[in-house]
C-alpha cells in the first residue's frame, strides 16, 4: 500500500485551513483538451482537481511541449499565483474531462496575509507541491533529452 502523497489536499492542509480554503472554492468544469493556462500567462487563480486528469508541460523550442507530470483528484493546479509576477511557469491542459474547484488568487492571498496560520499552512503545501514539481520536471526532461535519461530505472 502507498503513502498518502504529501501534495494532495487532504494529507497536506490541517483540517481548519482546509474548510476555510474550501469555503473560497467555485466549482469548474474542463473539457478533454482544455488549456487551463499557458506558460508565461497571467496567474490569478488555480485549481483543486476533483476528478478528470490534468497534465503539466513545458514549452520546449522547437519542439512540441514536454508534459512533466499528470495530476489527478486532490491535487493542486497551479503554484504560481503564490509568487509575484504571477506568471505561469509551465502550461496546463485537461487530459480527460476534469471537475475541479477554482479560487482565486487575490482572495486567498489576502486571507494568507491576515491569518498567519492559514497562510503558513497554504505557503508550507505550496512549497512542498513546487518541491515535488521541480523533481518531476527534471526527471522527465533529462528522460526525454539526456543521452542516457535520468538513470531513475536503474
Same mark, same amino acid.
Given at each position: 500500500?502507498? #503513502?498518502? &502523497?504529501?501534495?494532495?489536499?487532504?494529507?497536506?492542509?490541517?483540517?481548519?485551513?482546509? #474548510? =476555510?480554503?474550501?469555503?473560497?472554492?467555485?466549482?469548474?468544469?474542463?473539457?478533454?483538451?482544455?488549456?487551463?493556462?499557458?506558460? $508565461?500567462?497571467?496567474?490569478?487563480?488555480?485549481?483543486?482537481? =476533483? &476528478?478528470? #486528469?490534468? #497534465?503539466?508541460? /513545458?514549452?520546449?523550442?522547437? =519542439? =512540441?511541449?514536454?508534459? /512533466?507530470?499528470?495530476?489527478?483528484? $486532490?491535487?493542486?493546479?497551479?503554484?504560481?499565483?503564490?509568487?509575484?509576477?504571477?506568471?505561469?511557469?509551465?502550461?496546463?491542459?485537461?487530459?480527460?474531462?476534469?471537475?475541479?474547484?477554482?479560487?482565486?488568487?487575490?482572495?486567498?492571498?489576502?486571507?494568507?496575509?491576515?491569518?498567519?496560520?492559514?497562510? &503558513?499552512?497554504?505557503?508550507?503545501?505550496?512549497?512542498?507541491?513546487?518541491?515535488?514539481?521541480?523533481?518531476?520536471?527534471?526527471?522527465?526532461?533529462?528522460?526525454?533529452?539526456?543521452?542516457?535519461?535520468? $538513470? &531513475?530505472?536503474?
Amino acid at each position: 500500500m502507498s #503513502t498518502p &502523497s504529501p501534495t494532495r489536499i487532504a494529507t497536506a492542509l490541517p483540517p481548519d485551513c482546509r #474548510t =476555510r480554503l474550501m469555503e473560497m472554492a467555485r466549482e469548474v468544469n474542463f473539457t478533454e483538451g482544455a488549456r487551463l493556462f499557458r506558460e $508565461g500567462g497571467h496567474a490569478d487563480r488555480f485549481w483543486i482537481v =476533483r &476528478s478528470g #486528469t490534468v #497534465t503539466l508541460d /513545458v514549452h520546449v523550442p522547437g =519542439r =512540441r511541449a514536454a508534459v /512533466v507530470e499528470n495530476l489527478g483528484a $486532490g491535487q493542486l493546479v497551479g503554484c504560481s499565483w503564490l509568487f509575484k509576477p504571477y506568471t505561469w511557469h509551465l502550461g496546463a491542459e485537461a487530459m480527460t474531462p476534469v471537475r475541479a474547484y477554482e479560487f482565486d488568487a487575490e482572495r486567498v492571498r489576502m486571507l494568507m496575509d491576515s491569518d498567519p496560520v492559514f497562510g &503558513s499552512a497554504l505557503g508550507r503545501w505550496v512549497a512542498e507541491v513546487l518541491a515535488h514539481r521541480l523533481q518531476a520536471t527534471r526527471v522527465r526532461l533529462l528522460d526525454l533529452y539526456a543521452p542516457y535519461g535520468s $538513470g &531513475s530505472s536503474l
